[in-house]
């Protein structure tokens, strides 16, 4: 156990390290091909660091193991949008001063607020095919890749000022011009660390959770998602620190667009893609907290404090998932029902 928990922690650490690799490179990407800010977050940070939860999913199908998968698809979305975002609004109580942070956000709300609808959209789709059957099913997992698709061309096209008077190059410190070369090589660097510190994190939580007794759909949802959410976790912390919190926020809204279309994709082509009550409360939860910041967005009052309450979300899950667990509440028999409703 000790041994476990001392590499649990030197994977945390690699995964810290790379992902300032990562920050630091993939900003210099955008200002090399003239992208936005806005895309760099959430459309090219928020496909390097969806590796490790879509890797989770397209392995654990591959084998056959179909709670681990399907579990893994909706766990990522969860903790993004409960956590992640709690996260983002712990760091930003932290960093700003007291004045600030009783007062809205400076960031593009509007923006942010469409690609909420984006993942709305798209996310309550994937609960709705978690609750049917019928012939062909499985082929839906190729609309949402093309859904995703057209989400991230209009994210790429969208107007947005491109990053200037970046910190140096970590690999090239003293170049105040790094070439295409450097830029590319740091950033690859730093998505493999990434992805062997998340595969390893995972494997370890797995192993604890072995020794625990605990079901693999739980581990799927509660312990797999923390391990492999860290990368777009551990970005926004950093760029909340560096003042950059639209860059933060873009992040996990397009790592949760990411999220919601291709490993959910992979589970309803490889799987049966069908919901038992741990993830039907998953799914509502998770829509729940979006549906909230949605709300907060449209009135242009994002705050640090309505941050922090996307958290509540998750406990909401959790006291549910307890309730259930010591049957208090027969989630099994109403959600039972509401499949043969729909089926």
């Given at each position: 156990?000790l041994?476990?928990f001392?590499?649990?922690l030197?994977a945390a650490?690699l995964?810290?390290i790379?992902?300032?690799?990562?920050?630091?490179?993939?900003?210099?990407?955008?200002k090399?091909?003239n992208?936005?800010q806005?895309?760099?977050?959430?459309?090219?940070?928020?496909?390097g660091?969806?590796l490790?939860?879509?890797?989770v999913t397209?392995?654990a199908?591959a084998f056959?193991?179909q709670?681990?998968?399907?579990g893994?698809a909706?766990g990522?979305?969860l903790?993004?949008?409960?956590?992640?975002?709690a996260v983002?609004?712990w760091c930003?109580?932290?960093y700003?001063?007291q004045?600030?942070r009783?007062?809205?956000?400076?960031i593009?709300?509007d923006?942010?607020?469409?690609?909420q609808?984006?993942?709305?959209?798209?996310?309550?789709?994937?609960?709705?095919?978690?609750?049917?059957a019928f012939?062909?099913?499985?082929?839906s997992?190729l609309?949402l890749?093309?859904?995703?698709a057209w989400?991230?061309?209009?994210?790429?096209?969208?107007e947005?000022?491109?990053?200037?008077?970046?910190?140096p190059?970590?690999f090239?410190p003293h170049?105040?011009?790094?070439?295409v070369?450097?830029?590319?090589?740091q950033t690859?660097?730093?998505?493999?660390?990434?992805?062997l510190?998340s595969?390893?994190?995972v494997?370890?939580?797995?192993?604890?959770?072995?020794?625990?007794?605990?079901p693999a759909?739980i581990?799927a949802l509660f312990l797999?998602?923390v391990?492999?959410?860290?990368?777009?976790?551990?970005?926004?912390?950093?760029?909340?620190r560096?003042?950059?919190?639209?860059?933060?926020?873009?992040n996990i809204?397009?790592s949760?667009?990411?999220?919601?279309?291709?490993p959910?994709a992979?589970?309803?082509l490889?799987t049966?893609?069908?919901?038992?009550?741990y993830?039907?409360?998953?799914?509502a939860v998770t829509w729940?907290?979006?549906f909230?910041l949605w709300?907060t967005?449209?009135r242009?009052?994002?705050?640090?404090?309505?941050l922090?309450f996307?958290?509540?979300?998750?406990?909401l899950?959790?006291a549910?998932t307890?309730?259930?667990?010591v049957?208090?509440?027969?989630?099994?028999?109403l959600?039972?029902?509401v499949l043969?409703?729909f089926?």
């Amino acid at each position: 156990m000790l041994w476990d928990f001392a590499v649990l922690l030197a994977a945390a650490g690699l995964i810290y390290i790379s992902c300032e690799l990562f920050v630091n490179g993939i900003e210099w990407v955008g200002k090399k091909f003239n992208i936005s800010q806005n895309a760099v977050g959430s459309v090219l940070a928020a496909l390097g660091t969806a590796l490790p939860e879509s890797s989770v999913t397209l392995m654990a199908v591959a084998f056959g193991v179909q709670d681990i998968g399907v579990g893994a698809a909706l766990g990522g979305p969860l903790i993004l949008s409960t956590v992640g975002y709690a996260v983002v609004g712990w760091c930003l109580f932290i960093y700003l001063k007291q004045q600030a942070r009783a007062t809205c956000l400076s960031i593009d709300s509007d923006k942010l607020a469409r690609n909420q609808v984006w993942f709305l959209v798209i996310f309550t789709f994937n609960i709705a095919l978690g609750l049917i059957a019928f012939p062909g099913k499985a082929y839906s997992g190729l609309l949402l890749i093309a859904a995703y698709a057209w989400y991230a061309v209009r994210e790429m096209q969208a107007e947005s000022s491109v990053a200037k008077n970046l910190a140096p190059l970590t690999f090239r410190p003293h170049e105040k011009d790094p070439s295409v070369y450097w830029v590319l090589l740091q950033t690859g660097l730093a998505l493999i660390l990434i992805f062997l510190g998340s595969q390893t994190f995972v494997h370890r939580l797995e192993g604890f959770s072995l020794t625990l007794g605990l079901p693999a759909h739980i581990v799927a949802l509660f312990l797999s998602p923390v391990a492999t959410e860290l990368p777009e976790t551990i970005n926004a912390v950093i760029w909340v620190r560096q003042g950059k919190i639209a860059l933060a926020l873009s992040n996990i809204s397009g790592s949760m667009m990411i999220q919601a279309a291709i490993p959910s994709a992979l589970g309803l082509l490889f799987t049966s893609w069908r919901f038992d009550q741990y993830l039907v409360m998953a799914g509502a939860v998770t829509w729940l907290s979006i549906f909230f910041l949605w709300l907060t967005l449209r009135r242009q009052h994002l705050c640090v404090s309505r941050l922090l309450f996307c958290g509540f979300f998750y406990l909401l899950f959790v006291a549910g998932t307890y309730a259930s667990a010591v049957h208090l509440v027969d989630y099994q028999s109403l959600s039972e029902r509401v499949l043969r409703f729909f089926a």
